[in-house]
């Protein structure tokens, strides 16, 4: 198994600009998550899903969307990318109904410029 | 608001001390998990302890839950070089178990 992959590992974007973070997961989870880690702080909750087609929002959605039209796919929207939004982007994965356990990804490194 | 924060935010050692790292959230939890970070990766899990829990073990991690505190402790004894990491406490939100919740972190570094 993969795990949970993420792409791209490293972005850079010009303020305004949109794009979309990838996360997929092989394990057959039903539970998926993102987080953002800015410099010396923990994670923040953005968005998550408990299933295909259900999605809520987190800590701190705003500036964000997200989607899960599979159970493997939880791609990260920006909508229109700010300098705030700089950060190392996590998803996590976990089969919540029996273990809480978060399987983690490797990252997306994104600088807003 | 961050529903846990941990305590120290970092903390120095040698290699054979025990580390002891704390944990305290602020409303009711269904369970609370601790999870390590090397320096630029993703997190992994290490225990997970549950409300009706007072104290589990793993390896060399022993997790204690005091939920009338609100406090968690995590300690590591015999500590290695390789335990150098961030540790995270993480809690549900009590009345949902769908959101999962990071505390800032402690920093631990073992010397050798």
């Known amino acids: ?113 | 608001s961050q529903q846990g924060e941990e305590d120290p935010q970092a903390l120095s050692i040698q290699e054979g001390e025990n580390a002891t790292m704390n944990c305290s959230y602020k409303t009711s939890i269904n369970n609370l998990q601790w999870y390590r970070q090397n320096s630029g990766r993703g997190l992994v899990h290490l225990i997970l302890i549950r409300s009706n829990e007072r104290e589990k073990h793993s390896g060399r991690l022993r997790v204690t839950l005091d939920t009338s505190k609100k406090s968690s402790s995590l300690l590591i004894t015999a500590s290695r070089a390789a335990d150098t990491a961030s540790y995270f406490c993480a809690t549900d939100a009590g009345t949902s178990y769908d959101k999962v919740i990071f505390g800032p972190g402690t920093s631990l570094s073992v010397i050798p």
């Open chain 1, 1 to 113: 198994n993969a795990g949970v992959t993420q792409t791209p590992k490293f972005q850079v974007l010009k303020t305004g600009q949109s794009m979309t973070l990838q996360c997929a997961q092989d394990m057959n989870h039903e539970y998926m998550s993102w987080y953002r880690q800015d410099p010396g702080m923990g994670l923040r909750l953005i968005h998550y899903s408990v299933g295909a087609g259900i999605t809520d929002q987190g800590e701190v959605p705003n500036g964000y969307n997200v989607s899960r039209s599979t159970t493997e796919d939880f791609p990260l929207r920006l909508l229109s990318a700010a300098p705030s939004q700089t950060s190392v982007y996590f998803c996590a994965s976990s089969r919540y109904t029996t273990s809480y356990e978060q399987y983690f990804g490797p990252g997306t490194r994104l600088t807003v410029t």
